[in-house]
């Protein structure tokens, strides 16, 4: 296959084509038990820990269905406005792969749990805010396969390596797959309202619930689906499913980049193959998979080890009188409750901060002070590590604290600001940062005393047009005195100090 | 007591013996691991029986010592206690390898217990061992057991029927007075006629399958053989019952198979409805076994049943669509035996990569049968061609159950004979398949309908002096009217040969 090396800008390839894309998520339900027996899903045990024969696939061995992963799979479905079926099987789907330990994945095919529902995401365009409907094509229950590490190669992938070990903690746990309808927006928009989309379906389940929905753990993955077509035709082209796209960010670069290709193979005459596509973070550029013709028949069938799910109407309502409220309703509230522009909420919802600003809140700082520490070095820290935002040793709680400590005084913004990079250290609680660290603001008159007496016999002319009423100039004398006690002194205080001796 | 006569014995005898302390439950499992040792294979290692694939001697010995410890303890001991069985080694064991026939398994050792292994366990039921089958269940004759075959006990050069022959035969040669079979498509229910004894197929989710090596899961049923019919309902109320780790397991009261054993031995069948369905008989069955079936339906009648003719017009298709929904469902169901994780493992020298290992741990570990098997499911479920071979398969298999459902409102069992002919010559049928296959022609729709049937002997052909077999159909959850059928025919089947059809085998063994 020719390596195309010049790509046509975004721009140039929308004039051309409109791209039609496709996504499909997977998510890890965060149930304590596997999809099909009891082990634990607990991340992080010893490899081949957690395992049973039943989710070793052993001989003779039956999976039996997690009716917790059943009742998630349908709020899931509820809240996506899907229809949830009164009667499906799962299927089993045939193909060899050492991580699969039946070599068949226990999946839903043509009877999913959940289907045709829609739902609406934001994306900001420079006409302001624009909602588009998403449609969903189906959410379908299966259990996760094991992991494979490639050992001995450079990359970490199959080819090159002397050995592979095989960790099968993860197989069976319960996912979802979330498919949607083919998205058809105004060519510009599509990466940013693919991005809207998956960042949309974690606040969701989030907001269920039913997983934590950590995309750099691989408790939400993301497969996207791209195809173009010449601009105003309308039959689709050929499509491409671009595998493992593991950030919000990197949902909209791999969007963006498999337009340009594309683009670029179209205009040079060469027929885009239909085929998964590796995404490289690194390099931002996908590289061909397997070519889908070569290995796509799974040879479904109904998994005859296990009866149809059908589960009660009544049951079903009473499901959907647990759904949260829906985040597009809930952002709004809170936005009207916080005081937020437009801006300063899209930034709380980009940094998927909203959860965390309200739970700051609730534990009683104000609004604007709970924005700035989650969206300043908090999320800096954050991005630096490569971790989460809610990852990276900070609570709600913490936040709370240093903004109670400035309120009373205790702490100034600059010294608050050393409190939560303690914090983010693992230094401890904010308190117990501010004891260790010695922060807390000076206003003990003795020990400021010692210091302005200092400046003042530091600064004689200062002094001299002080005395003479010029107050302009005690600034001069508290900036000295500020920086003799490391910015802890209570500024305000040694004003007045200041003043009473000068003013005798 | 001596062995011979202890070998003898019916369960229901060797219990109560057991209980009332006549003699022990060592002593009775030392007596058959003895006949065991005298049978199953001769001295200089020529052919015998062949029923086991493995013996577990200090197993079965050290759990006779537990019963008997119980019983000097003053515990109350199940009707079974002490009773030696013969398990089918499809079933998984924590202490015993577990082979499904198969070389891809030879030396595996199941880290659990199966849930009627441990049914059999906790009513005090003495595991001898674990017995020969065709690979996976596949075969009517266990000459497609990697291992052997089985011989039949009435005639050492002829096949014990398959798959279940092992238990079949353990059984008919006095080795064990009770065995756990699994039934696909006959593989209880053939081995029991072609050797004179008798094997229930319960319900589908009558018996759990947890920890059978799965055949066909929609198909597969574990259940119990002996060598009569109220010691077959004895262990049929052992292993049956609700088990929340099988999803197709029944959640509903077991039938009292006990109860009807015990009824049905009074002889009087009045008010039974019984159909012959018309389909299953005729050009095609070998005269003798003709013969012994029509006398059977006869004395169905003389016992008080009221006998009609049935029509169940799609069973005729039963045969075809059985052989494209087992092989889907073994296709997918043996493609976990990759050498990746358990049992064999070829050709991983250090160069190989997982993909080659696989195909060659699969080309060496299955056998012909298994592949035959494996090839045609695969092409069957494949995308194109899965509407009209799996897709067409299922919708006769509801037609067949439909045809059962409407028998069933006329009458309150159906019979035929079990297999068109009697054991025939080791060897005869190995190279033509499709013969192979037509042995289940008669038992194939109760594995299709998931209902109740079962075998019982009903004599011996004229023309090769070999057992014919009763097959007897009930309803789904009708289990008991199987029993109630069987003893009343048994009762006097026995009174007219003065004494049990085993009585009249060849006393090859006598060595
Ligand atoms: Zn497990």
New binding site residues.
Partial sequence: MPTITTLPSFDAAINRFDPVMGMEVHVELGTTT?MF???STEFGAEPNAQ??P??LGLPGSLPVVNRVAVESAIRIGLALNCRIAEHCRFARKNYFYPDMPKNFQVSQYDEPIAFDGWTDVTVDTDDGARVFRIGIERAHMEEDTGKSLHVGGATGRIHGASHSLLDYNRA?IPLIEIVTKPIEVPPALAPAVARAYVTELRELIRALGVSEARMELGQMRCDANVSLKPTGASSFGTRTETKNVNSLRSVERAVTYEIRRQAAALDSGTAIVQETRHWHEDTGETTAGRVKEEAEDYRYFPEPDLVPVAPARDWVEQLRGTLPEPPAARRSRLQAEWGFTDLEMRDVVNAGAVGLVEETIAAGADAAGAKKWWLGVVARTANERGAGIDEVGITPADVARVQTLIGEGTLNDKLARQVVEGVLAGEGSPDEVVTARGLAIVSDDAALGTAVDGAIAAMPDVAEKIRGGNMGAVGALIGAVMKATGGQADAKRVRELIVERLSG | MSAPELTRRTAAELAALVASGETSAVEVTRAHLDRVAAVDTTADGGPGVHAFLHVAAEEALAAAAEVDAQRAAGERLGPLAGVPLALKDVITTADMPTTAGSRILEGWRPPYDATVARALRAAGLVILGKTNLDEFAMGSSTENSAFGPTRNPWDLTRIPGGSGGGSAAALASFQAPLAIGTDTGGSIRQPAAVTGTVGVKPTYGGVSRYGLIACASSLDQAGPCARNVLDTALLHSVIAGHDPLDSTSIDQPVPDVVGAARRGADGDLSGLRVGVVKELGGEGYQPGVEARFHEAVELLGKLGADVVEVSCPHFEYALPAYYLILPSEVSSNLARFDAMRYGLRVGDDGTRSAEEVMTMTRGAGFGAEAKRRIILGTYALSSGYYDAYYGQAQKVRTLVARDFAAAFEQVDVLVSPTTPTTAFPLGEKVDDPLAMYKNDLCTIPSNLAGNASASFPCGLADEDGLPVGLHVMAPVLGDDRLYRVGAAVEQALVAEWGGPLLDQAPAWETS
Wanted: with cysteine; hydrophobic share 10%; proline share 0%.
């Fill in positions: 596997k027996c009891g082990c395992v049973c039943t989710c069976g």
